[in-house]
């Protein structure tokens, strides 16, 4: 969890920052945190559209341009051809319902979170799919 909250001071949302870091076999395989995309401009440059439209937390997620720490950490292990079955995912909170089902298709066998996203949706999701989800409340991110 702390390598988490290392990953997460790299985050440029404006709004909520999170990190994430994959773990197989006692192995690191994958790192992210929540910001837009390779070569697009950053919140932190542009602003917050959701932010702007008062958006509640948990919200209209599609019309932000930032990438969740959990969607990151699963592309940068695709990317480096690092399989993703059976790992552990570390993240700042419960994943939203994209993620959760980018976690489900990776067959990522469990989820640990240091806090909750309000989004009942994605935690229903893993339950019925299997994964394990652990929220530790007394960790320091979130």
């Known amino acids: 969890m702390e390598i988490a909250n290392i990953a997460l001071k790299r985050a440029t949302c404006l709004r909520r920052q999170c990190g994430a870091v994959l773990v197989k076999n006692n192995h690191i395989i994958s790192t992210g945190y929540n910001g837009a995309p390779s070569g697009v401009e950053h919140c932190k440059k542009t602003g917050c559209l959701r932010e702007q439209l008062k958006i509640p937390s948990g919200q209209r997620l599609e019309i ?16 480096n051809g690092i399989g993703t079955e059976g790992a552990t995912l570390y993240t700042s909170f419960s994943p939203c319902t994209h993620c959760a089902k980018m976690i489900i298709n990776a067959k990522i066998k469990r989820v640990v979170c240091s806090g909750s996203y309000p989004d009942e949706l994605g935690t229903k999701l893993l339950k019925e799919a299997g994964v394990q989800l652990d929220i530790i409340k007394n960790s320091k991110l979130g």
Request: glycine letters at 0%; charged letters at 20%; hydrophobic letters at 50%.
């Open 64 to 79: 932000c341009r930032a990438a969740h720490a959990e969607e990151n950490t699963i592309v940068q292990a695709a990317l």
